[in-house]
């Protein structure tokens, strides 16, 4: 099926295009009056994720309402830990919990990589709805958390301020650390690779808390493991390229690291500068981002001044998608996204009119 807009894996291509496309992590969520209500029809928030039509609905509301460029899927990034049969759960107000954290070398020893297309099945038929629902009408990207990510949350056994447990099986058990990593890390490559074949256009690594580690951990424990799922990626389907994007929360700092990896775009987040990026890592990778979503709290003149300021840092020419530097607040009043889309609708063709292609 021919993509109506491919203006999203053009630029993540570094190809010409004739403005920043756009999408926003979190997209499909709470500060949308419909989301709620679906939300609330579901029952929980796994019943949500589980239920491919619901899942799809949601994917789908932002499209109705904004000019994106891209659709993600409407899923959670502890999917996997949850096939492995630790028990997620939601509590409201306080996040993702697991009833059976893992602490022990035991533990970890007797964990197994779940079969995507068996054991998360749920997310595959979502993927493929959505891409048949979508119908050419923007690309689908499909995600994952990152091995390190995944691993502080199963360690932790929820959210953590300090990472005491994950952070102490890392430096008195590494090994351990590493077969829990190792193991991930398969898990991640089949994750990805089945939502690609059911249809994912794209894919993004979540690496929420690799800007927790110390820059010798981080290679060591984040970034290689990274590096690995890239390496083992379906890169080809439906004759098309299907690039990766790998988003470290806080980790403007390893940029290079992050580039050398064979991923196609970087996720900034808003603490690191367009302009000094895209000096960083010159042609080898797109970038993507980086505009604080409490900047949607401002006034439309607020938000216009600052879409235009981050347009302006990233400069002429292609390999820049417009995002968030993380998901949308839950509180965002939806018409402060429409002054969001408006501005770089009507901005952003100027950093483009030297050389685009329609």
């Known amino acids: 099926m021919e993509l109506k807009n491919d203006r999203f894996l053009r630029a993540l291509a570094r190809q010409p295009v004739d403005r920043t496309p756009v999408w926003m992590m979190r997209q499909a969520g709470r500060y949308l009056p419909e989301y709620k209500r679906v939300r609330g029809e579901a029952g929980s928030f796994m019943d949500l994720c589980r ?57 970890v020893a007797a964990l197994q990589a779940p079969d995507a297309e068996r054991d998360l099945d749920y997310v595959m038929r979502a993927v493929s709805t959505i891409r048949r629902e979508l119908n050419g009408r923007v690309p689908l990207i499909g995600f994952s958390g990152s091995p390190w ?79 690995q799922i890239v390496a083992g ?5 439906d004759g098309r390229r299907v690039p990766v994007i790998l988003f470290t929360k806080n980790g403007g ?34 970038l993507q981002g980086n505009m604080d979503p409490n900047v949607l709290f401002g006034t439309p003149q607020a938000i216009r001044a600052e879409v235009g300021r981050i347009l302006d840092s990233y400069g002429e020419g292609p390999g820049h ?21 408006d501005a770089l609708h009507e901005l952003s063709p100027a950093y483009h009119a030297n050389i685009a292609t329609g």
């Not at 074949?197 to 979540?206: C, K, L, S, Y």
């Not at 940029?255 to 042609?283: F, K, P, Q, Y």
């Open 321 to 341: 998608i417009f995002n968030l530097g993380h998901g949308i607040n839950q509180f965002t009043d939806p018409s402060n996204v429409t002054a969001f889309m």
């Open 233 to 237: 990626l379906e890169r080809e389907h």
């Open 253 to 286: 700092q390893w940029l290079e690291d992050l580039a050398d990896t064979g991923a196609d775009a970087l996720g900034l987040d808003w603490t690191t500068e367009l302009s000094n990026a895209r000096g960083r890592v010159g042609r080898k990778v797109a």
């Open 51 to 107: 239920d491919t039509d619901r899942a799809c609905e949601v994917t789908l509301q932002p499209l109705e309402r904004f000019p994106l460029d891209a659709a993600i899927l409407f899923s959670d990034i502890l999917t996997i830990p949850d096939a492995m049969g630790l028990g997620l759960y939601f509590e409201t107000g306080e996040g993702p919990k697991f009833r059976k954290p893992v602490r022990t070398a035991a533990d």
């Open 149 to 227: 990510t995944l691993a502080t949350y199963m360690v932790e056994g929820a959210s953590s301020k300090d990472f005491r447990h994950v952070k102490s099986m890392l430096y008195a058990t590494p090994d351990v650390m590493h077969q829990l990593l190792d193991t991930l890390a398969d898990a991640v490559t089949d994750y990805l690779n089945a939502q690609i074949r059911a249809g994912a256009q794209a894919v993004q690594i979540f690496d929420t808390w690799g800007g927790t580690l110390s820059t010798p951990a981080y290679r060591e424990f984040s970034l290689k493991y990274m590096e």
